[in-house]
């Protein structure tokens, strides 16, 4: 364990918290950051009780003797300024951050990691963003010697706290095992998807398939259910059919059909509408940019940024389901 | 084999023909008709064929004794002018017709299977058309003390011939096993969706589905390739992930990801796009009339219907890939 | 006056109502019904006050000898149980009727115009169907030796009142001017469009094209806000510009942007949402039917639809600006 | 005109060209420069030209007694290296660029117009980017001291050589009449629309439901004429009804509807496809970044993409007609 030097961690959201944790439970000393106070405050304790829960677990009580204290934890979990100082202290640092202009204040603004960046350092950011940015992030990161990786995540809050999430990396081919090392404290698939910007045009256009085969199923449904089909009937003819995907088969979107997903459960918890309408967004913008035909990708973005006006903004985003249903009243 | 009395057999084209053989060949006299003379003829022939082959191959070698003859093929291929003649022979008719006018002219026009039906008599419609067509049609057919189900069917012309379609069935729930008696000569699946006309329904319903995963598979696909991504790599990920469906994973439009697959053959073979728009405008105008929201099939439709106009009428429906594919010009 | 013969109305709802009244006003003798026995004691009523008004201030004043009586109303206005009744009685027929099957029944069901017409009878429509129904029932029409014209309107209660509709003709040119004898008694523009059908087929053009246009106008203006413009200023550079369209111009969707028009009125009265779905759902099945694509109407009719699912049926069609436009909270 | 000093133009490209010119036949010495040395020769051809002619005209033929030299027109048209040299000579710099990343290079690159600029200069940029763009512009220019307007132009190379393009203008109020000096030279409306960037809002507005009411004339002079519709007919009726728009009563995409437009001329000259797909790719950018819903707005960017993919970059915008019109062999 002594042979782990320090990771540098910016971002402790919903996502990063977990995530930094999982790094702490694998015994890499965290020197972390955040915009919000209270964020790294939250984490400093959560890494308080990893430390000693895990400690007491691998150590006390395979070891008699055992010596540890608060100023020890807080070696291994350091909370600094801002990320020039995590980027001062450690040479691998973990970013993931809510959308493009954050990376970017974060990696090239005034107190950015950049500013403080050793050369032959390692920066992964798993943030879900312009693939655009990405490559503009390796850029500047290259100017320094420093080598810049994307690699966004699939998988939520509960895959990022079990340790369970799906990485997908862009970046040099030689420097993906040396990812692959901390990557694979906090997911269970670790994909290599080629050079900068690849993890996020990865999880961009799964994301966009998704999305579309979440409101086609949901359109699919709403009509057999009109037409006098069983919805766990017609749910079952689609499964073995040619109509079969994963928004029919793991994540049905109609209340009843399936257990154990958000349509049972009124369209709490899951992943949001207005995520994945960020997610479509970024699609979008880079289908423009790129000048890529993506008629239903297109429409199904609209279609989420249509229901965050309606108040779907927080729900589950097979709540398209009912957001296309007619109410009785009509 | 002689308890099996004759089957009446309407529409002999390209699916009809091998269906209507696959009759013969598990030893139910047919009766046909088809309103084009040509289709009736290389049924017959290909019937002569067929009753010799099977009984050369089942009797002549089993038994020591064989006798049969051109005349004996006549009386169990028996090609009549119209359906009412059909309906005159036989008391359980199957119809196997290109669109809902036709299947209207069949069951209710001038020589119409309605003007000569028996009571009791099972009349089986594997044409894909609206649901709303096929509850005229019981009902008709019900004045007249006959029963009507709606049986169509999901697999090609390739499945036609090797007895392995889909049947999707509609209709009393006490008749689908006397359908499912002649169905299964014809078919590996036999479903049933519950009133008449859910088999329409669920037909509908999943093909409007498969054509809007293709085309989200497609658009996705391309813009991962623009955005650098290999394109079998990203279809691996996209199959591990939520935006997995049938159009990624068993029939991929982009040429190379996958063997055996229209895309590998310059979109020959397959299923027409040209069919998929009808289908599509299917679901349209059975939308429309139940007043269900369907943008992403809405759109699929238009998609397919530029298509026909574009040269890509009898191209698989997978080549739209290759239509939102921008050129090298450009 | 005397030369004037009976004038039959089928369907006295919210347009038929004030139609027939202004074909009495004119001095048309009517036999007229309607399914619903209130419409018929509504238009009784009416027509009483019709001809006492009219009269008194046509002929009493005019005249120094005056009688008239309400058997003499009566007799100038004369309600009957049924359609057919209404062709026994007169030989110039208008029918003014919800949707296509109230068509079909009124003219072909067992007490249908057809069961009585007479020859030569001229058979106006003037709802609003799908047009292959029309043609339909011209063909009906014409085996009983009568004249059928499809004659939609545009315009809606306000003009049907005032007398100030277009009417939309298609039939036979010959039998132009007959029918415009009528109509010029309840609208002000009568236009003839060509054979049967092609009555319908402008107005469903119109409406579609109008559905695009207040769409797309409420997509800009809520677009241009969004970015900083003044509404006002907005809709009058878009109105000197090549965005120009009636929608903006005439009946702009940004309540304060104009007087008099239903967005300035919490999108109250107009032509409701409902309406406009149904008009863009017979676009949408022509479209279909004849293979035409038809991208951004049949998004427009499935954004209708959403809308008449969202609580918007009864609002005026400019409320999409309210549909579309993000609510604060988000 | 001795009073008139020096104005800078950068982007001597199609419509640059004939605006320097403009700007040159007023009696203003320009001094200007593009990063393609042919357009800068052609200018100055143009402008010796120009200078020459107008000269001849207003000066020669006036007064008797003449001067002018080679020397002296080089003078009153004066070509530099880069941006940067422009600002050297100028305090009124107008921009025509292709491009928002063209213009941030013009401005902010290394021989940017920042890097030289006077205090108190006013800058007017002509392109068409994105109004976010805009606003950075204005932003580093206020740094230096310097005004920057937004002030896209609609109308094509025709209008900007009669001098009678439409400037849309965008930033502090209290400059809009220094910018309307030199925009009176080029343009016959110069409208003002508030703070910076609304000038681009403006266009991308315009030129949004431009493209929403362009397709959706298209699509409803073709769903007319396959329902039996005379398309001049149509077109009539369109024009006196709802759905009249510019497309339908300027511009109309329907060969020999109207004359002197595009679609008389096999789609030749007018607002090239292409253009028009990136004057939505900025507006859908903009809506995307702004979280606006524009479904209609986005379905028609992705049909101008389809169409710049499948050869219509070069044609103009109404060509969509043909695009969506079904091919006879279909």
Redesign the interface.
Known sequence: MSSKTQVGFVGLGNMGNPMAKNLLKHGYPVVATDVFPEFCKEVQELGAQVVQVEFTHLFLHLLCNCFYSEDWILCILQIVDNPAEVADKADRIITMLPSSPNVIDVYTGPNGILKKVKKGSLLIDSSTID?AVSKEMAAAAEKQGAVFMDAPV?GGVGAASSGNL?F?VGGAEEEFNAAKELLTCMGA?I?Y???V??GQ??K???????A??M???S??????I?????PK??AK??N?????????D??NPVPGVMEGVPSGNNYQGGFGTQLM?KDL?L?????????????????????Y??M????Y?NKDFSSVFQ?????E??
Chains 1, 2, 3, 4 share one sequence.
């Open positions: 693939p699939s799906t997908m698939n994909v998807c080629g050079q910007g690849t045009a990865a961009i256009c799964n994301n966009m398939l998704l579309i085969g409101i086609g199923t359109e699919t449904m709403n009509l057999g009109r037409l006098g089909l069983d009937l017609l003819i689609l073995m059919s040619s109509g079969r995907c994963w928004s029919s793991t994540y309408a967004g699609a979008q913008n880079t289908a423009t940019n790129t000048k890529t035909p993506v008629p239903l990708g297109s429409l199904a973005h609209q279609i940024r249509m965050c006006a309606r108040g903004a957001f296309l249903r007619e109410e009243s009509q």
